[in-house]
C-alpha cells in the first residue's frame, strides 16, 4: 500500500516504520497531521452512510478534529479489494488513490471510480 500511496503522488506518513503492517498510533498521527485518511475495509463498501458517520465521529472527537484530513473533509475510503491484495484491481485502487490525492487534476470525472465502489460524496 505504501508504494501504491507514493506511485500516486503522495506520502504515507507510515511509510518510515520498519514493519510492514505497524501500530500507528493516534500521537503519531497528530504530529504527521495528514491531508488525506484513506480508510480501507470492506466496512464501508456500498455505505455511504457508514463512511458519513465515521466522519461524524471523527468531527466530534475531540483530538480527531484536530488533523487537517478530517477538518477539510478528506477522509475516504477504498475498498480492500482494490488494496489489499495483489491484483489487477490495483489499477483501479491505484486511480482512486490518485483522485483522492490530487482532486485538481481529475475534475472532469469526479469520483466515478468511487461511485462504482459505492461511496458517494
Known amino acids: ?25 493516534t500521537e503519531k498521527l497528530l504530529l504527521q497531521n495528514p491531508e488525506v485518511i484513506i480508510l480501507a475495509e470492506d466496512t464501508y463498501k456500498n455505505s455511504p452512510d457508514k463512511l458519513a458517520q465515521t466522519l461524524a465521529r471523527f468531527r466530534r472527537d475531540s483530538i480527531w478534529r484536530n488533523i487537517s484530513a478530517v477538518r477539510e473533509g478528506r477522509v475516504h475510503f477504498i475498498p480492500t479489494d482494490l488494496l489489499g491484495q495483489p491484483s ?22 469526479p469520483n466515478k471510480i468511487a461511485e462504482r465502489h459505492g461511496e458517494v460524496k
Open 88 to 109: 489487477p484491481a490495483f489499477v483501479e485502487g491505484l486511480k482512486l488513490l490518485a483522485e483522492y490525492l490530487h482532486p485538481d487534476l481529475f475534475p472532469e470525472q
Open 1 to 25: 500500500v505504501d508504494e501504491l500511496v507514493r506511485l500516486a503522488g503522495g506520502r504515507n506518513v507510515a511509510g518510515d516504520e520498519k514493519r510492514a503492517w505497524p501500530s500507528y498510533g
